[in-house]
């Protein structure tokens, strides 16, 4: 079975920083775009950051030069990194993949766990 494998994340104080990383487990023919998403209480989802298979990046205007998203496709794996937090960052955290994983099938949307990344003030 297929999984997103999510790490990082936790408490840090307004400035500070934190990284997410998000593994691909289990097998897959490809693997599409990867993104990271956040989910605050009392907001509607909303995308952070993505970047596709060949490294083309797209950030939300409220993490624009903050947020770095990176990509590793040996290890099936994406990065964000995330400076100068604020406590609008304070959201639960979750990871996203296009994946293919069987033969003359389309991609479908994969989701991880997810996890808080809470920024005080």
């Known amino acids: 079975q297929v999984q997103l494998v999510e790490s990082g994340g936790g408490l840090v104080q307004q400035g500070g920083s934190l990284r997410l990383s998000c593994v691909v487990s289990?097998?897959?023919?490809?693997?599409?775009?990867m993104g990271w998403y956040r989910h605050a209480p009392g907001k509607q989802r909303e995308l952070v950051a993505s970047?596709?298979?060949?490294?083309?990046?797209h950030y939300a205007s409220s993490v624009w030069g903050r947020f770095t998203i990176s990509r590793d496709n040996s290890r099936r794996q994406i990065d964000l990194q995330m400076d100068d937090l604020r406590p609008e960052d304070t959201a639960f955290y979750l990871c996203?993949?296009?994946?293919?994983?069987?033969?003359?099938?389309?991609?479908?949307?994969?989701w991880g766990r997810g996890t808080q990344v809470s920024v005080s003030s």
């Open positions: 996203n993949a296009q994946l293919q994983t069987a033969p003359l099938t389309p991609l479908h949307v994969t």
């Open positions: 289990g097998y897959t023919l490809t693997v599409a775009d």
């Open positions: 970047i596709s298979d060949d490294g083309d990046t």
